[in-house]
Nanobody
Framework: QVQLVESGGGLVQAGGSLRLSCAAS?????????VGWFRQYPGKERDFVAA????????VYTDSVKGRFTISRDNAKNTLYLQMNSLKPEDTAVYFC????????????????WGQGTQVTVSS
């Protein structure tokens, strides 16, 4: 099973930026059809944020982050990224990377593997 390890979370002021990374253990990362990001507020279920297909030809985002967040992947480095700009206090959450069958499955929260999460806190 592929292990996923997130990093890059932290505390930032509103309007600032952070870049999250998700390192995959498998050299077969390049063959994984869809990987994505979710976030979880305290006491709530994990919500879909963004997903990207194997060769980066297709990306999908939840409406609240469109135009502010960018998902990307580097298959040579076995790494998924989430560039977060113009951060808002409501972006404060634990962010998880995940593997899915395809983007639609991820958007439907059908996930094959999860990372352990990284905390993002945006102060007002």
């Amino acid at each position: 099973q592929v292990q996923l390890v997130e990093s890059g979370g932290g505390l930032v002021q509103a309007g600032g930026s952070l870049r999250l990374s998700c390192a995959a253990s498998a050299r077969t990362f390049f063959s994984i059809n869809a990987v994505g990001w979710f976030r979880q507020y305290p006491g709530k279920e994990r919500d879909f944020v963004a997903a990207i297909t194997r060769t980066s030809e297709t990306t999908v985002y939840t409406d609240s982050v469109k135009g502010r967040f960018t998902i990307s992947r580097d298959n040579a480095k076995n790494t998924l990224y989430l560039q977060m700009n113009s951060l808002k206090p409501e972006d404060t959450a634990v962010y998880f990377c995940a593997i899915g069958l395809d983007n639609a499955a991820l958007k439907a929260k059908i996930v094959r593997s999860w990372g352990q999460g990284t905390q993002v806190t945006v102060s007002s």
